[in-house]
Structure formats: structure tokens, C-alpha cells
């Protein structure tokens, strides 16, 4: 590499937020990043807990001077800290509040100078343009106040909810080179939620078309601004690249999703943190159906966000329902981990959530369960728990971080169909957890373009617009094929997972990121 940045500012949502992948991408990724930066490596979050602090963020006094006078301005307060991830990366908070009496002004702004149309937003669309062009006003406060004007400083921005952050820049620091990253398409996304074959007719799609009909053209619009307008535009996977270049017209440099094993406990603390969540998942289960379960029971998950399709559970359900009409010698004890609409003022609920759900009767997972006719009846082979709560250390339910308790799985499932990366498989390779995934996912392709089993420790399924029942025939096979191993074999395909992902590690993948950076910076020397 011959061009390296001095200063990367990198802006995501998620930062010290835990609300979705792009949170581990980044804390992972840290470790590296910090080797190579040290502590001129800042992470620009939301301050979203206003006069709280988030879980993994530790304040502390470093750029004092400059906190106070931002904070003193009384435009942008910002909290300076540590995130609590294994490299205590450097972390700025954003408290971007102030600027809604600005919002119609800011959307004018951007539309006169870049064409970007805030005109049919909705959601959360307005609260991701506030942070975004906040982190860029925190970006030009600090790059003014410590003179970086002879420094190669990189802004890189992930996904269009920081992509105003992009649009500061481009607009009023243009010496700062812009590196947007996205990880998954509005568009991509929206045509494959709404029950549209995306892969088949993915060259015949028109983004901007598709945006009018399905409803997200603000989202859209400031994506594909911020794709074009940044000096360099990333995404994680072949299968992203297609779609951007389809629907955004534009084609992406691709940054692969790494992982670092320092999230891995090793040797006896692995086994302390395995026995524990096990004995864990067995107490969350006995209180949930009434009865013990078979410590020999082999246990098997699944987490995400609850995109019902995209993520594949409703794949992963029907497969259970195939297995469980099969001759299933083992019992097998079932986790759907993932986040659903609870009802705290109710102690009433079915047979097979964790925490009482409001308006269960018109939840997808627990409707799937009742047509299928599971009953979570002791004599049945298979029992199911839904868990509809973001797993934390203060849950309520489990009381431990997702990865203290991904160690106690026996095997996860994610059969997803629209899936960029796949950092779920992946962080369950990692923690020794066979897992099985598919040719759909930015990380199934990775590990094999063609059917794997699971004996590899990875098993990965071959899915596309049309084949919904050979999958999950084929992933209840792989199921009970694993279910019926002896412990041994168990623990020999839980050694190749391990194995076959410690390829995909961030020493390797930084590789990609840092080719990013000099193509951003290379962009500098023709403006001026």
C-alpha cells in the first residue's frame, strides 16, 4: 500500500448500539484497526440513551478541551469514552437532538446541492439524517480544532443512516476523503421482504422504480447519493456487489466481514462458559414448558433480526415440522432468538415464549408453531422456545451476552434468504458451534459455492427463488443427521467449524479495507 490514511473517523449507527451485524463488523474489527491506527482511530455513534450510559461505553477525560468546546458551542454535546469491546477502540457519542428545528432546512440543503429527495421519508428516516450530518458537524469541529488540514484523514460511513454524515462532508470538508459502505440495499432488502423473487430478476429491476413502489424512496435516494458522491463505495459480499451495481448503478469495491478470536474464550474458560450456558438454556427451558429436560438433548438456535423471510425462519420452522415427523431417535431442545414485540404488563403466555408477547395471536413464529400443531407436550421429541428479547446481560430471560450463550449451543441454524454477509453463522463457527447456512448468504458463498453438509462443521444449502421445499427437506436431514451423532463425532465437526472460520479472520480481510483507503485517498490529489 502506498498511500495510508493518518486519521480514520468511521460512523455507524451501531457504534456501542447493538441493534444488528454491522455492531460486530465494527468492534471485531477494532483490534486491527487500532494495530494499525492506534488512538487516531474514533468510532462515531448516537447518543441514544441520552443521560444514561450504554452497556460498553466508559467515559473518560481524553480530548477534554475539545469535548467542552463542542459541548460549550451548544449545537452538538458529544460524550467521549472507550467502547468495552476487547481493543477499547476510542468512541464519540452523538447527541443529535438539537438539529430537528433544522431538519426541513438540512433536506433543502442536500437537495439543492446533491439531488438527494428527503421528500416522501418516513420512519426513522429523519433520525438517521440528524446523526449522520451531527457526526459530520463532530468530524469538521475536531479536524478544525486540532489542525488535521495536512493529515490524510478518511471519513468512512456505513449504510445510509449515516449517509448525511457523507453529504457534510462532501459539501464543506472536501480535503477529507469519504468511504460509504453499505451493507445490504434498501431496495434489495424491501423487494425481498415484500415476497419478490430478488435473484432471478435482479437485472431487470430498476432501483429508483422499485423505491417508488415499495416505499422507500427517501431511504433510497440518500443510499444511492452516497454511493456515488463517496470517493470510494464498499459492500461485504459478490452476491451485495450484483445487487448495488443492479439497483444502486453503481458497482462496489468488496470488503469481506472478518472476525476476531478474541470474542473466543480458549481452553477452561471455554469449558466454564460452555457449561454454563448450557445449564442455563436447560433452567430457561424447564421453566417454560414444566418439565426437565434430557441433558443428553441436543440443542440447536437461531437469532437475528425478525425479518420472518429474509432471515429464513419461517424456513427454519417448517423444517423443524419435517424432523419432527421423522423418527428423531434424540430429544432436540429448539431456540428462536429473536427480538418481538413483548408485553411487560402481562404474566400470561403460551407454551412457548420466554416473556408474554403483545398481541400473540398475531405474531408469525407463534402462529407457524400452532398450524404445524406443536404442542411442547412432554412426549414430543422436539420442543421449541421462542425467546422474543435482545440478549443481554440484563435481559431478564438469560442474564448473559449473546456470545456467553452461543457457547452452549450444539448447533445454529440460519437459512437465510437475503443475507449480504452472515455474521450469525460465522460468530457460531467461531465460537466452536456448528452451524448451517446458505448459498444466499455473503458468508455461505464464501465457505462454499456448492452444498456442504455438516459434517464439514459448516453446512451450507443450496437456495434460491424457487426451491422452499427441497430446503427445508434438506436442512431437516442435515438436523437430525447431526442430532444422531455420538458426542465425539459432535465434537469433531464442532473442531472443522472452528477451523474452516479462523480463515475469515480481520488479519486477513483488513487487507481489503486498507486497498478502500487508498483508493479513497488517491481521489484527494485531482480536487486539489
Same mark, same amino acid.
Given at each position: 500500500?502506498?498511500?495510508?490514511?493518518?486519521?480514520?473517523?468511521?460512523?455507524?449507527?451501531?457504534?456501542?448500539?447493538?441493534?444488528?451485524?454491522?455492531?460486530?463488523?465494527?468492534?471485531?474489527?477494532?483490534?486491527?484497526?487500532?494495530?494499525?491506527?492506534?488512538? +487516531?482511530?474514533?468510532?462515531?455513534?448516537?447518543?441514544?440513551? #441520552?443521560?444514561?450510559?450504554?452497556?460498553?461505553?466508559?467515559?473518560?477525560?481524553?480530548?477534554?478541551?475539545?469535548?467542552?468546546?463542542? +459541548?460549550?458551542?451548544?449545537?452538538? !454535546?458529544?460524550?467521549?469514552?472507550?467502547?468495552?469491546?476487547?481493543?477499547?477502540?476510542?468512541?464519540?457519542?452523538?447527541?443529535?437532538?438539537?438539529?430537528?428545528?433544522?431538519?426541513? *432546512?438540512?433536506?433543502?440543503?442536500?437537495?439543492?446541492?446533491?439531488?438527494?429527495?428527503?421528500?416522501?421519508?418516513?420512519?426513522?428516516? *429523519?433520525?438517521?439524517?440528524?446523526?449522520?450530518?451531527?457526526?459530520?458537524?463532530?468530524?469538521?469541529?475536531?479536524?478544525?480544532?486540532?489542525?488535521?488540514? +495536512?493529515?490524510?484523514?478518511?471519513?468512512?460511513?456505513?449504510?445510509?443512516?449515516?449517509?448525511?454524515?457523507?453529504?457534510?462532508?462532501?459539501?464543506? %470538508?472536501?480535503?477529507?476523503?469519504?468511504?460509504?459502505?453499505?451493507?445490504?440495499?434498501?431496495?434489495?432488502?424491501?423487494?425481498?421482504?415484500?415476497?419478490?423473487?430478488?435473484?432471478?430478476?435482479?437485472?431487470?429491476?430498476?432501483?429508483?422504480?422499485?423505491?417508488?413502489?415499495?416505499?422507500?424512496?427517501?431511504?433510497?435516494?440518500?443510499?444511492?447519493?452516497?454511493?456515488?458522491?463517496?470517493?470510494?463505495?464498499?459492500?461485504?459480499?459478490?452476491?451485495?456487489?450484483?445487487?448495488?451495481?443492479?439497483?444502486?448503478?453503481?458497482?462496489?469495491?468488496?470488503?469481506?466481514?472478518?472476525?476476531?478470536?478474541?470474542?473466543? !474464550?480458549?481452553?477452561?474458560?471455554?469449558?466454564?462458559?460452555?457449561?454454563?450456558?448450557?445449564?442455563?438454556?436447560?433452567?430457561?427451558?424447564?421453566?417454560?414448558?414444566?418439565?426437565?429436560?434430557?441433558?443428553?438433548?441436543?440443542?440447536?438456535?437461531?437469532?437475528?433480526?425478525?425479518?420472518?423471510?429474509?432471515?429464513?425462519?419461517?424456513?427454519?420452522?417448517?423444517?423443524?415440522?419435517?424432523?419432527?415427523?421423522?423418527?428423531?431417535?434424540?430429544?432436540?431442545?429448539?431456540?428462536?432468538?429473536?427480538?418481538?414485540? $413483548?408485553?411487560?404488563?402481562? *404474566?400470561?403466555?403460551?407454551?412457548?415464549?420466554? $416473556?408474554?408477547?403483545?398481541?400473540?395471536?398475531?405474531?408469525?413464529?407463534?402462529?407457524?408453531?400452532?398450524?404445524?400443531?406443536?404442542?411442547?407436550?412432554?412426549?414430543?421429541?422436539?420442543?421449541?422456545?421462542?425467546?422474543?428479547?435482545?440478549?443481554?446481560?440484563?435481559?431478564?430471560?438469560?442474564?448473559?451476552?449473546?456470545?456467553?450463550?452461543?457457547?452452549?449451543?450444539?448447533?445454529?441454524?440460519?437459512?437465510?434468504?437475503?443475507?449480504?454477509?452472515?455474521?450469525?453463522?460465522?460468530?457460531?463457527?467461531?465460537?466452536?458451534?456448528?452451524?448451517?447456512?446458505?448459498?444466499?448468504?455473503?458468508?455461505? #458463498?464464501?465457505?462454499? !459455492?456448492?452444498?456442504?453438509?455438516?459434517?464439514?462443521?459448516?453446512?451450507?444449502?443450496?437456495? +434460491? *427463488?424457487?426451491?422452499?421445499?427441497?430446503?427445508?427437506?434438506?436442512?431437516?436431514?442435515?438436523?437430525?443427521?447431526?442430532?444422531?451423532?455420538?458426542?465425539?463425532?459432535?465434537?469433531?465437526?464442532?473442531?472443522?467449524?472452528?477451523?474452516?472460520?479462523?480463515?475469515?479472520?480481520?488479519?486477513?480481510?483488513?487487507?481489503?479495507?486498507?486497498?478502500?483507503?487508498?483508493?479513497?485517498?488517491?481521489? %484527494?490529489?485531482?480536487?486539489?
Amino acid at each position: 500500500m502506498t498511500i495510508k490514511p493518518d486519521y480514520i473517523f468511521e460512523t455507524s449507527w451501531e457504534v456501542c448500539n447493538k441493534v444488528g451485524g454491522i455492531y460486530t463488523v465494527l468492534s471485531s474489527k477494532a483490534q486491527t484497526m487500532k494495530n494499525a491506527l492506534g488512538d +487516531n482511530l474514533f468510532f462515531i455513534g448516537p447518543d441514544v440513551w #441520552q443521560s444514561a450510559e450504554p452497556l460498553d461505553f466508559t467515559p473518560t477525560d481524553e480530548f477534554a478541551e475539545w469535548r467542552d468546546f463542542l +459541548n460549550a458551542e451548544g449545537k452538538i !454535546p458529544v460524550k467521549i469514552g472507550r467502547w468495552n469491546v476487547p481493543s477499547k477502540p476510542l468512541a464519540i457519542l452523538v447527541d443529535f437532538r438539537g438539529l430537528f428545528e433544522q431538519k426541513n *432546512d438540512i433536506f433543502y440543503d442536500f437537495w439543492l446541492k446533491f439531488g438527494v429527495n428527503s421528500l416522501n421519508a418516513y420512519g426513522d428516516y *429523519d433520525e438517521a439524517a440528524m446523526f449522520g450530518y451531527a457526526s459530520g458537524m463532530v468530524i469538521e469541529s475536531f479536524y478544525d480544532f486540532y489542525q488535521l488540514e +495536512n493529515q490524510k484523514v478518511i471519513a468512512h460511513f456505513e449504510e445510509w443512516t449515516t449517509s448525511f454524515g457523507l453529504f457534510y462532508v462532501k459539501a464543506f %470538508l472536501p480535503k477529507i476523503a469519504t468511504v460509504f459502505t453499505t451493507h445490504a440495499t434498501t431496495i434489495g432488502r424491501s423487494i425481498s421482504g415484500n415476497h419478490k423473487p430478488l435473484y432471478d430478476y435482479l437485472p431487470f429491476y430498476n432501483g429508483d422504480q422499485m423505491a417508488r413502489e415499495l416505499n422507500v424512496e427517501a431511504k433510497h435516494s440518500a443510499e444511492k447519493t452516497a454511493a456515488h458522491l463517496s470517493d470510494c463505495f464498499t459492500t461485504v459480499s459478490e452476491i451485495t456487489a450484483n445487487e448495488c451495481e443492479a439497483l444502486l448503478e453503481k458497482k462496489p469495491v468488496v470488503t469481506p466481514n472478518g472476525f476476531e478470536d478474541d470474542f473466543v !474464550p480458549k481452553g477452561a474458560k471455554y469449558t466454564a462458559a460452555r457449561k454454563k450456558a448450557r445449564q442455563t438454556l436447560f433452567n430457561i427451558a424447564k421453566e417454560v414448558l414444566g418439565y426437565e429436560i434430557s441433558k443428553d438433548a441436543v440443542i440447536v438456535g437461531t437469532s437475528g433480526r425478525y425479518e420472518f423471510k429474509n432471515k429464513g425462519i419461517d424456513v427454519f420452522v417448517d423444517a423443524i415440522n419435517i424432523a419432527a415427523k421423522q423418527n428423531v431417535k434424540n430429544e432436540i431442545l429448539v431456540f428462536i432468538m429473536v427480538p418481538a414485540w $413483548t408485553n411487560p404488563y402481562s *404474566d400470561k403466555e403460551t407454551r412457548f415464549s420466554t $416473556t408474554p408477547l403483545m398481541e400473540s395471536y398475531n405474531d408469525m413464529i407463534i402462529n407457524t408453531l400452532y398450524r404445524h400443531g406443536f404442542s411442547n407436550n412432554q412426549h414430543e421429541n422436539i420442543k421449541i422456545i421462542f425467546a422474543p428479547i435482545y440478549i443481554n446481560e440484563i435481559d431478564g430471560v438469560f442474564n448473559l451476552s449473546y456470545y456467553n450463550l452461543l457457547v452452549g449451543f450444539d448447533l445454529t441454524v440460519f437459512p437465510s434468504y437475503y443475507e449480504p454477509w452472515g455474521y450469525t453463522p460465522m460468530e457460531s463457527a467461531a465460537f466452536a458451534v456448528p452451524t448451517i447456512t446458505t448459498n444466499l448468504s455473503g458468508f455461505g #458463498q464464501w465457505i462454499s !459455492p456448492d452444498y456442504q453438509s455438516i459434517d464439514s462443521g459448516i453446512a451450507v444449502i443450496n437456495r +434460491n *427463488d424457487h426451491n422452499y421445499i427441497g430446503v427445508i427437506h434438506k436442512i431437516a436431514d442435515e438436523m437430525i443427521n447431526f442430532s444422531q451423532k455420538s458426542e465425539e463425532e459432535r465434537k469433531k465437526i464442532a473442531k472443522s467449524a472452528q477451523n474452516l472460520v479462523k480463515k475469515a479472520n480481520w488479519k486477513e480481510f483488513f487487507e481489503y479495507y486498507l486497498e478502500a483507503y487508498e483508493i479513497a485517498l488517491a481521489c %484527494l490529489e485531482p480536487r486539489f
